[in-house]
């Protein structure tokens, strides 16, 4: 495309009103307007066109953005115009993605936009039987959707084929690199044709993975829609300093509060999450946990009944973060502050989705003070500090009313204003924040 026909699309793309006027098919419109979709988000207004043309694609948005309509829409509409049978084994467009909840997430969402189109999906992922997923890619489908591990695994078994692959898709790139998949990335890029069509989304750009883009992408348009204040608008953020031993205490006690209707709590370790779900549930408050080591049959049980309802609290590792959609997620609890600011940004964004309101609240133990900072200095924006008392060791978690709150100042440096903190580890109304320095 001649750049200067990009540049005239993107400073016009704020007048595109439908999906209609960006191209898109009345097989893909009668869909989408089944789905409430009329109007296209900034990242669909500036790449679906290109898209549609071919070119290649780099995109930086993060969670929340719709970037998973941005590209499944011209994908399902060239493959379906003129459509042409995958032979066996074969695939004809891939798309990578970091975890299970995020490649079952991704191929649910091809099929609702091409319910009308007739094309064959398939998704592989680990922590299930792979012979099930060889028999559905033995006829050969139109759209695999599939996690790094497991694909190359059916590869090597000689149950898919990558030589007809014609699109190409690496979603959440970033967290493909955290979580050590890039070199298995590389491994299946080289199986699939040159001259593909290719698509790479990231949160944000390490240089790892601004290097595989200009590998594996040919004069890729880039498009950026990751706001300046990272944040979302609509999360009220909040912070408790309260030690390690009384997070446990403070958390049952937010949950005799109504309002905390359907939570996820996030924790470091998966050890953690299931010490905390395994607590909640003995207090009566029905949670369970999610991380990787849990089998995907149970992982996905637990997000369903977390969706229905049946349970309240879902408590996860930082595998949730990205790639859970769940509708009504009226609080994130950073039950132990990531260690990267970034995780915590994708962590509250499971709240206040789809134009509601949410709240995000954080437990900062003495020895997480540092990341602390590290967030507010990413989201430009102090948290609001509330007032802890820790309960009697004797006392039994009671509801409380909402603390007063004040913004979470900072000094110079970026580092919270630091009060010392009660004998027993939490904040009386004097001391609501540590001195710095200690």
């Keep these: 495309m001649d750049p200067r026909v990009t540049a005239r699309f993107k400073d016009s793309f704020l007048t595109i009103a439908t999906f209609a006027e960006l191209g898109v098919a009345e097989p893909l419109l009668r869909a989408?307007?089944?789905?409430?979709?009329?109007?296209?988000?900034?990242?669909?207004?500036?790449?679906?066109?290109?898209?549609?043309?071919?070119?290649?694609?780099?995109?930086?948005?993060?969670?929340?953005?719709?970037?998973?309509?941005?590209?499944?829409?011209?994908?399902?509409?060239?493959?379906?115009?003129?459509?042409?049978?995958?032979?066996?084994?074969?695939?004809?467009?891939?798309i990578l993605a970091p975890t299970r909840e995020l490649a079952v997430q991704i191929v649910d969402s091809f099929r609702t936009y091409g319910r009308h189109l007739g094309l064959r999906h398939a998704v592989v992922i680990g922590g299930v039987g792979q012979h099930g997923q060889a028999q559905a890619l033995s006829r050969g489908v139109d759209i695999l959707v599939a996690t790094p591990g497991r694909l190359l695994d059916l590869m090597r078994a000689g149950s898919v084929r990558l030589d007809a692959v014609k699109f190409l898709v690496l979603d959440e790139a970033d967290r493909m690199l955290d979580m050590g998949f890039i070199r298995d990335v590389r491994k299946i890029v080289a199986a699939v044709p040159r001259g593909r069509q290719s698509m790479l989304f990231s949160a944000t750009m390490p240089q790892e993975v601004a290097k595989l883009a200009a590998d594996i992408m040919r004069d890729p348009l880039r498009v950026e829609v990751t706001p300046k204040v990272v944040t979302v608008e609509a999360v009220d953020q909040r912070v408790y300093f309260v030690d390690v031993a009384n997070k446990p205490a403070l958390l049952s006690r937010l949950l005799g509060n109504a309002s905390l209707s359907r939570v996820i709590v996030f924790t470091r370790t998966k050890h953690g999450a299931n010490r905390v779900a395994e607590r909640l549930a003995r207090d009566g408050v029905g949670a369970d946990a999610i991380h990787g080591n849990k089998s995907q049959n149970a992982r996905q049980r637990a997000l369903d009944q977390f969706r229905s309802g049946r349970i309240r609290v879902l408590v996860a590792t930082d595998i949730a973060a990205r790639g859970i959609d769940v509708d009504g997620v009226s609080h994130v609890v950073n039950y132990d502050l990531p260690n990267e600011p970034e995780s915590y940004v994708h962590r509250i964004g499971r709240t206040a989705r789809a134009g509601a309101k949410g709240v995000a609240l954080a437990f900062c133990s003495p020895d997480e003070r540092t990341y602390l900072r590290d967030i507010e200095r990413l989201t430009r924006r102090p948290l609001l500090v509330e007032n802890y008392e820790p309960l009697p060791r004797s006392a039994s978690p009671e509801p409380r009313p909402a603390a007063n709150h004040r913004p979470h100042t900072q000094g110079r440096t970026g580092a919270p204003h630091q009060r010392p903190a009660s004998r027993h580890g939490g904040q009386n109304q004097r001391s609501a924040q540590p001195r710095r320095g200690r």
């Design 32 to 94: 989408l307007a089944a789905e409430n979709y009329t109007t296209p988000t900034p990242i669909q207004a500036q790449t679906i066109a290109s898209l549609l043309a071919g070119r290649d694609l780099l995109g930086i948005a993060q969670t929340g953005t719709g970037k998973t309509a941005a590209f499944a829409l011209p994908i399902l509409q060239r493959l379906s115009s003129p459509r042409e049978a995958p032979e066996r084994k074969s695939v004809h467009a891939l």
